[in-house]
């Protein structure tokens, strides 16, 4: 793994996320959501303007990971959306470049936003993800990340919660 460099995402990093964010969506959930679905929300465009809607915003937290100067992974994260876990942190989003999977860039991406959360006062990070996206939940459960019982179904498949203690 070349060095990770993590910062901030600011304005003017909507395209580097949106790209990260458009090939990470088509590889990983390609064999989980519809084609229609998934062409809804791969769209570059839709997502460079959602990035930049969200930047603005100061209670997202969102990072942005390069190597040898190159945008490749991205996280987000905020203050649980459920109810009643005010000690609660959720990861919303994180996203390799397909090409650096199983290198070790999510796991220092992970690290980072955890080390935030953690910092921020939170005492516990939630996170859903896709039930059939088995790649990703042992990614999550060898973090230590532990499947709730929690579903939800937003998107076409089901999705799962899992937590971690920080």
Known sequence: MKELKIRRAQPG?????????????????????????????????????????????????????????????????GAFRGANAPQTAELICIHCLPALWRQGYGSGMMAHVLSEMKEAGFSTAALWVFEANIRARRFYEKLGFTPTGGRKADYSAPEMLYTKVL
């Open 13 to 77: 990093d909507e395209a580097a996320l949106a790209h990260i964010q458009s090939q990470a969506w088509q590889q990983a959930f390609a064999p989980i959501l519809s084609p229609e679905e998934l062409a809804g929300h791969t769209d570059a465009a839709r997502i460079q303007n959602m990035y930049g809607a969200v930047l603005s915003r100061p209670e997202l937290h969102i990072a942005i990971g390069s190597a040898d100067g190159s945008p490749c992974c991205l996280a987000a994260w």
